[in-house]
């Protein structure tokens, strides 16, 4: 992930999953969630995180009183559309531990 040029962009991200895509378009946000992706794994420009103010950006949006179904990555994915690289989704694998 370190040598991953964001180009600008203010995050790399992965798609969400088929599903969630789906899901995610039933919701009414006025955004266009083709790219919608999941906020768990984030490469962030943190130039480009603080000239946009993102971090108060989105503490604003989740406190407005405007119930968001998946909460941060709701508004995560709202504040920034089209402000994102897509990364491949060899980076969003989940390893389970046996104990």
């Keep these: 992930l370190i040598d991953i040029n964001l180009e600008g ?16 378009k ?7 969630f083709n790219g919608y992706f999941n906020a768990g794994v984030m490469l962030i420009n943190n130039y480009e995180w603080r000239k ?7 503490l604003s949006m989740i406190n407005c009183g405007k119930i ?4 941060d990555q709701d508004v995560l994915n709202i504040l920034l559309n089209g402000k994102v690289k897509y990364l491949q989704r060899k980076f969003n694998n989940k390893t389970t531990l046996s104990v």
């Design 9 to 24: 962009e203010i995050a790399g991200v992965i798609l969400d999953s088929p599903d969630m895509q789906k899901r995610v």
């Design 26 to 32: 039933q919701l009414d946000y006025g955004v266009d």
């Design 52 to 58: 946009n103010n993102v971090t108060q950006e989105s």
């Design 68 to 71: 968001f179904r998946y909460a």
